[in-house]
C-alpha cells in the first residue's frame, strides 16, 4: 500500500513533541521553547532511560560551536521549569552525579500518516509496535480503544489545526478538561490561581494600566489563597513596578520566599529594589545570585542583574547575562530592549539599533526602544533619524504633555537652524515642566554647557532620579568625563552603592 511522508509525535507524561515543526505542546496548549532547549529535549526523550554525558549533550546539540558546562546546567534547568519540575524535584530529568543526564520518562512514538494512524510504546530497550487500530482522513476525528494508542485531531478546513492531549478527550471542547494542575502551581484555589496568571500576564507588557491592573489581581490572589507563595511573588515584582509601593515588594518577597524556599523570584525582586530604588546594585549581587543559583533559567533574574551590573561600568558580564535572559526568553519584549539599551551602553551603536529594532517587531509601542533609538541616532550624528523618532514618540504619546513641542515649530527650527536649537528648544520646554533634572543635563552636555549640566546632573543625584543610576555609562554625560566634578559624582553613586 502506497504511503505518503510520516508525521512524527513523541509524547510522554501530559506532554507532546511535533519533531517536524518543532513545537511542544502541553495538553492542548503550545509551550514555549527556546531552539536549542528544544534540541536538548529531543536528544534526552530519544535516549529515554540512558545516561548521556555532558560531553555528548553539547556535541549533540551545539555541535562545533563551543559551549562551557553552565551553559547547559542553564538549559536543562529551563527544561525543568517547562515541564513543571525543580532541580529538587525532577522525576523526568535526573542528574547523573559526575556523568550527564537521563530522561526517565515514559516514551509513545506517534507516526501519522495521510490514511493511517501508527501508535508505539518505546521501552528503554526496544520497541513494541502495536497494530494500526484506526483510519484517520484529513478532516476526520478517530479515537483508538486501545490503552496503548493516541487521539489526533486533525481538522482539514482552512489552515486549522490542532493535536489534543488524549488522557483528557471526552468528546467535549471543555475549558476545563485542560484546567492546569492547580496544586503543582503552589495552590488549591482555582479562583486564585486565575487571578495570579492573569497578573502576571498583565505584569508581563509593562504597560502603566497593565501594572496598575495586575496589583489589583495579584492582591486579590494573595487574599484568595494567602499560602500561594507564587502569587506573593508575582505581587512583589508588582509592587516593585510602582513608585508609591515598592517600599512594600521587599517584605512581600520575602513572605514568598518563606513559603516556598524553591522559588528564585523573591530573590531577584529584591535584587531589583536594592539596585533601582536603593541604588545598591553591589548588595543587590548576592541577591541576583541566590535567584540564579536556585533556578539558573529565570530569565527576568539574568535580565535585571545584567542590568545592575551595567550601572557598575560591568558591561562585558552584563552583556553576558542579557545576552542569556535572551536567550531563556526570546520573546519578551522587557528583555530585549535592555538587550538595546546595554549595547548602548557599551557604545556598540549599530548593533543597538538592530537589537531596538527587532524589539519593535514584538511591540511598535514599546516606549523604551523608541527612547533608546533617539538617544543612540544622536549619538550617532543621524539628526533626522533621531528627529525623526522624536515626531514618532510625540504622535504614540510617548512624551509627557508638559514636553511637547509643536511638530510645525520644530520642524522649522530644525530646518534652519538644525540640532543644536532643536536641543535648546527642549530646554527650554524641560524646564518648566515637571521634568527630570537628569535630561536637561543630557541636553546641557550635548550643548558643552558643563556649567549646567553638572548643575542639573547634581540635582538629579540629589534628587534620586532613576536615570541617574547608570549616570557612569551614559554615553552623553560620559562628555563631561575629564571635568573633575563629574568624577566627584560618579564616585558619590559608588559610595552610595559599596554601603
Known amino acids: 500500500m502506497e504511503t505518503t511522508e510520516n508525521r512524527r509525535f513523541i509524547e510522554f507524561d501530559d506532554f507532546r513533541i511535533d519533531v517536524e515543526e518543532r513545537l511542544l505542546f502541553r495538553e492542548s496548549e503550545q509551550v514555549a521553547v527556546a531552539p536549542k532547549d528544544f534540541d536538548l529535549l529531543l536528544v534526552l526523550v530519544e535516549n529515554r532511560g540512558r545516561t548521556v554525558t555532558k560531553e555528548d549533550l553539547m556535541n549533540s546539540v551545539w555541535q562545533e560551536t563551543y559551549v562551557y558546562e553552565g551553559n547547559l546546567n542553564r538549559h536543562i534547568s529551563t527544561l525543568r521549569r517547562l515541564l513543571g519540575e525543580s532541580h529538587r524535584n525532577s522525576k523526568l530529568i535526573t542528574t547523573v552525579p559526575k556523568r550527564g543526564y537521563r530522561f526517565n520518562g515514559e516514551v509513545r512514538e ?121 502569587a506573593h511573588a508575582a505581587l512583589a515584582d508588582a509592587y516593585a513596578f510602582d513608585y508609591f509601593s515598592w517600599v512594600k515588594a521587599e517584605s512581600v518577597a520575602e513572605t514568598a520566599a518563606l513559603l516556598d524556599p524553591s522559588l528564585a523570584e523573591p530573590h531577584a525582586t529584591i535584587g531589583f529594589v536594592r539596585t533601582f530604588w536603593q541604588w545598591k546594585p553591589k548588595v543587590a549581587e548576592q541577591h541576583f545570585k541566590r535567584a540564579i543559583a536556585i533556578d539558573p533559567g529565570y530569565a527576568t533574574a539574568h535580565q535585571w542583574y545584567a542590568m545592575s551590573l551595567a550601572s557598575r561600568g560591568r558591561i562585558g558580564l552584563a552583556l553576558a ?5 535572551l536567550e531563556l526568553e526570546p520573546s519578551s519584549i522587557a528583555i530585549n530592549a535592555d538587550m538595546c539599551q546595554i549595547l548602548y551602553f557599551a557604545r556598540r551603536y549599530d548593533s543597538a539599533v538592530e537589537q531596538c529594532r527587532r524589539t519593535l517587531e514584538i511591540d511598535p509601542n514599546f516606549i523604551n526602544a523608541h527612547q533608546y533609538l533617539y538617544e543612540i541616532f544622536t549619538a550617532l550624528g543621524m539628526y533626522d533619524e533621531a528627529i525623526d523618532r522624536y515626531f514618532i514618540m510625540e504622535k504614540l504619546g510617548l512624551i509627557p504633555q508638559e514636553n511637547l513641542l509643536d511638530s510645525e515649530d520644530v520642524r522649522t527650527v530644525f530646518a534652519t537652524a538644525r540640532i543644536r536649537a532643536f536641543w535648546e528648544r527642549r530646554i ?19 550643548l558643552d554647557n558643563k556649567e549646567a549640566a553638572l548643575d542639573s546632573f547634581k540635582k538629579a543625584f540629589e534628587n534620586r532620579d532613576l536615570d541617574f543610576l547608570f549616570f557612569a555609562v551614559d554615553p552623553t554625560a560620559t562628555l563631561l568625563s575629564k571635568d573633575p566634578r563629574y568624577v566627584a559624582l560618579s564616585n558619590n553613586l559608588i559610595d552610595i552603592s559599596d554601603n
Open 321 to 325: 547575562e542579557i545576552r542569556l535572559a
Open 428 to 446: 527650554e520646554v524641560l524646564k518648566s515642566s515637571r521634568s527630570t533634572a537628569y535630561r536637561l543635563g543630557q541636553y546641557y552636555s550635548r
Open 110 to 230: 506517534v507516526c501519522v500518516e495521510e490514511s493511517e494512524l501508527v501508535a508505539e510504546t518505546r521501552t528503554q530497550y526496544r520497541f513494541a509496535i502495536n497494530e494500526v487500530t484506526e483510519t484517520v482522513k484529513t478532516s476526520r476525528l478517530a479515537m483508538s480503544v486501545s490503552s496503548l494508542v493516541i487521539v489526533v485531531l486533525v481538522f482539514g478546513v482552512g489552515a486549522m489545526s490542532a493535536v489534543w492531549g488524549w488522557r483528557h478527550f471526552n468528546g467535549n471542547s471543555s475549558a476545563a478538561a485542560f484546567a492546569p494542575n492547580l496544586k503543582e502551581h503552589g495552590t488549591e484555589n482555582a479562583e486564585a490561581y486565575e487571578l495570579f496568571a492573569e497578573g502576571r500576564r498583565l505584569w508581563k507588557t509593562r504597560a502603566t494600566e497593565d501594572l496598575h491592573n495586575a496589583t489589583i489581581k495579584l492582591e486579590q490572589a494573595v487574599e484568595k489563597d494567602p499560602q500561594f507563595a507564587r
